[in-house]
Nanobody, 124 residues
């Protein structure tokens, strides 16, 4: 079964940086998206960034507007890992960050896999 393990969260001052990593296991399929979501206190889980798999077109990286220009998503296809470099962190970035794998079975059907999350706290 697919398992995702996040690491890299912690306490950082505003303007600082953190790098989150997601180690995966059990991925035996080829077509999938990889990304990061976050959930702040009292808010719904939201997409931060993802790499979407392109079966007819190339892979694309998407970012939430709130993190665009500050966060960078990267992946290692061979190792099947995904990382999130977070720069110029703001207090509003404080949240539990979750690694996500979205397996595409059909063009309109998918299955999500989630890690347990890692807490990022941005505070002075």
């Amino acid at each position: 079964q697919v398992q995702l393990v996040e690491s890299g969260g912690g306490l950082v001052q505003p303007g600082g940086s953190l790098r989150l990593s997601c180690a995966t296991s059990g991925i035996d399929f080829s077509v999938y998206d990889m990304g990061w979501y976050r959930q702040a206190p009292g808010k719904e889980r939201e997409l931060v960034a993802e790499i979407t798999s392109g079966v007819t077109s190339g892979d694309k990286t998407n970012y939430a507007d709130s993190v665009k220009g500050r966060f960078t998503l990267s992946s290692d296809n061979a190792k099947k890992t995904v990382s999130l470099q977070m720069n110029i962190l703001k207090p509003e970035d404080t949240a539990v960050y979750y690694c996500n794998i979205r397996r595409w079975v059909l063009s309109s059907e998918y299955m999500d896999y989630w890690g347990k999350g890692t807490l990022v706290t941005v505070s002075s």
